[in-house]
């Protein structure tokens, strides 16, 4: 990532959280960083610490918006850039694409975004010479106010080809409309689902979880001190649900960080052993298991050569191109290629055999992923059924998930799309792309 600015005490009001969001989109574009990292962990940006719980917010919100509408704030810069951008002010993109993004949907006047981002340009070396520049596009964009964007310009060409192919172009287009808008807050409450959707004004889902519009820091709603509920979108609180009655029953949990479904098999009464390759990850898990009262034997090791088991059940969410969670992550597009989708297939086909031989003969698999691509859903469970006769599928029925037809495929299978759970409210509407099957081991 390049070094961040620094500025000092008496800076502009606004002006800090503007300078962070450029420098993390572009460590995002420029140096392939994902998002989350910028906010959290050991390579958190420098400057967020010292903001205020509002500004924090306003930073992510402002690199979020601008990587949902990536494709069409270029169109509409490259439109208005007659010689495209200068090849020795890189970080020229960024500042236009934070500024155009306050002036087209976010609740900024314009005359402060242009001022802002002008301020920005002044204040790095390299682009300080180009801030008239800035300063007459964005103005442009203001004055022109270009027609509502086309989600399809917001969907790199590779994901469109793909999904189309998938699902039909119809679909395709309703998926990368539900990306274009900020997902709800969706929380796994330990009991009282109603009640608790009414103390956060929210609502309950008919899947069992709550969802209401996010606002302010999570840390800081009823509920999260004492250990009441998690955070976890409504498809990936699923394929728990899948397992059925786990009480007393020995659970495995492959691949198990950040724990929100570790959670839920603990709560359920399940002994879980929760395994997953990355220590740090691990952490992270157990501090969320600590916050619930909840206990799980967690264990730090590779799966594939881990020695543990047999098991009642074993829940494997494999390791994926992650392209069904683009709502919650926008950076996912501009990280991944076509190319890395037959990469993680590879790596789990290993591990789907591993947790074969981990469940015991009359036990319970479920795989699941949050990949839209079927080589990492539908096409790893039938070739798994070619290969393996120790498995057969235990397809899944809409009342095991909420009563949503929608949800299960011909086969059995669970599959929920971004686009699914429609709501007139945007910020209520649609949950992640997961897929899941149920096996049994015979």
Known sequence: ??????????????????????????????????????????????GLPVLADRDRALVRKLVATALRRLGTLRHLLDAALDRGYPADAPRLEAILLIGAAQILWLDVPDHAAVDLAVRLAQADRRAARYAGLINAVLRRIARERPAAAD????????????WSRTYGRAKARAIAAAHSHEPPLDLTVKNDAAGWAARLRGRALATGTVRLIAHGPVARLPGYAEGAWWVQDAAAALPVRLLGDVRS????????????????????????AAVDRAPSRLARLNENLARLSLAADVIAADVLTWQGGPFDAVLVDAPCSSTGTIRRHPDIPYLKRDEDVAAMAALQRPLIDRAVDLTRPGGTLVYCSCSLEPEEGEAQIAALLEREPRVRRQ????????????????TGDLRTLPCHLGDPDARMAGLDGFYAARLQRL
């Open 249 to 272: 029953r020995k659970v495995a949990d492959l691949c198990a960080a950040p724990g929100g479904k570790t959670a839920q098999l603990a709560l359920a009464g399940a002994q879980v």
């Open 1 to 46: 990532m390049s070094r961040p600015q620094r500025f000092p005490a008496t800076d502009v009001p606004g002006l800090a959280a503007r300078r962070i969001a450029v420098d993390i989109l572009d460590g995002v574009l420029r140096r392939h960083r994902p998002l989350d990292d910028h906010f959290d962990g050991e390579h958190v940006h420098p």
């Open 151 to 162: 989600a399809r310009l917001d969907t790199p060409d590779w994901l469109m080809r793909r």
């Open 395 to 410: 397809p899944i029925s809409a009342a095991e998930v909420g009563g949503f037809a929608e949800f299960v495929t011909e």
